[in-house]
């Protein structure tokens, strides 16, 4: 099973950078992960300031530009995880926020082709 976790924004991961020796923690802890193969991919995204909401009514669009100031639209950096189970993600992103001294992640299962002939409910 594919899951994709979203770790939450907050104003301190909206106004810098990380250090050299976050950075450097984080690359060996992506490369065990890759290569232990749970990990699937990870990026860390830039603050809200450099993002855009698009919303499209009745064939209209509307952009929103960041940075958005609400911490609950923020988001820091996402992983796709190949897991045995939801339990495993939840058990893998306890382990990742660990690591980085807390925050919040949000898990969401992706559909896999499979998933759709088999008429799993959204």
């Given at each position: 099973?594919?899951?994709?976790?979203?770790?939450?924004?907050?104003?301190?991961?909206?106004?810098?950078?990380?250090?050299?020796?976050?950075?450097?923690?984080?690359?060996k802890?992506?490369?065990?992960?890759?290569?232990?193969?749970?990990?699937?991919?990870?990026?860390?995204?830039?603050?809200?300031a450099?993002?855009?909401?698009?919303?499209?009514?009745?064939?209209?669009?509307?952009?929103?530009?960041?940075?958005?100031?609400?911490?609950?639209?923020?988001?820091?950096?996402?992983a796709?995880?190949?897991?045995?189970?939801?339990?495993?993600?939840?058990?893998?992103?306890?382990?990742f926020?660990?690591?980085?001294?807390?925050?919040?992640?949000?898990?969401?299962?992706?559909?896999?082709?499979?998933?759709?002939?088999?008429?799993?409910?959204?």
């Amino acid at each position: 099973m594919r899951y994709m976790a979203l770790l939450k924004g907050n104003p301190e991961s909206e106004s810098h950078a990380p250090s050299a020796e976050e950075i450097a923690t984080m690359g060996k802890y992506i490369k065990e992960a890759k290569t232990a193969g749970w990990l699937l991919a990870t990026e860390g995204l830039h603050s809200s300031a450099n993002a855009a909401r698009i919303k499209v009514t009745g064939g209209k669009p509307s952009i929103t530009d960041g940075p958005f100031t609400e911490a609950k639209e923020l988001i820091a950096s996402y992983a796709m995880l190949q897991v045995n189970s939801k339990e495993e993600a939840v058990e893998r992103a306890a382990q990742f926020l660990d690591l980085i001294g807390g925050g919040e992640v949000e898990i969401w299962q992706v559909f896999d082709p499979a998933d759709f002939a088999a008429g799993t409910p959204c």
